[in-house]
C-alpha cells in the first residue's frame, strides 16, 4: 500500500509540473509604447490561445495606421519559434536561443532586420529590444489598464 501511495503521489507531482520559461502569460495583455516620439502611438496586444500565444503590433501616426504586424509565439518539434507576419511576403521565423521565466531571445541570422529580438518583463514594464550588430531599437511598453 505505501509503494502504491508512493507511486501515485510520484506521478501526481510530475504531471503538475510544469516549466516556468515556457509560461509567456506575463505577455499577455494590452501594451502601449511609452519610449516613442511623440506623434506615434505603437501598441501591441497579446492572447494566449490554447496552444500559442499571438500578438499584434501596430503603430499609428495621427488617425492612419503606419505599420502593422503578426506575431505568434509557438512550440513545433521541442522549439520555439516567434513568427512574424505581415512585413516579409513571407512569414519570418526567429528561432529562441535563450529562454527564461522573465524573458527570452529569438534569433534569424538570415533576417536583414532584426537578427535578434529580446523581450523581457522588468517590474510592470514590457522591454522589446530589435537589433543587428549594427544597430538596435529599444521598446518599453506600459499595460493599458481596463
Known sequence: ????????????????????????????????????????????????????????GYTMLDEDTIFKENLKLFKENDEWTLQVTGVNEAPTPFVLSELKPEYFIAENDTNEFPKKI?????????????????????????????
Request: hydrophobic fraction near 40%; charged fraction near 30%; proline fraction near 0%.
Open 1 to 56: 500500500m505505501k509503494r502504491l501511495f508512493l507511486a501515485l503521489s510520484s506521478l501526481l507531482l510530475l504531471f503538475s509540473c510544469t516549466n516556468d520559461a515556457e509560461d509567456f502569460d506575463w505577455l499577455i495583455g494590452e501594451w502601449k509604447r511609452v519610449n516613442a516620439e511623440e506623434d506615434f502611438k505603437t501598441y501591441e496586444i497579446w492572447k494566449k490561445d490554447k496552444n500559442y500565444y499571438s500578438g499584434l
Open 118 to 146: 529580446i523581450y523581457k518583463l522588468q517590474n510592470d514594464t514590457l522591454k522589446a529590444n530589435v537589433s543587428t550588430t549594427e544597430f538596435d531599437v529599444d521598446f518599453e511598453f506600459v499595460e493599458i489598464q481596463k
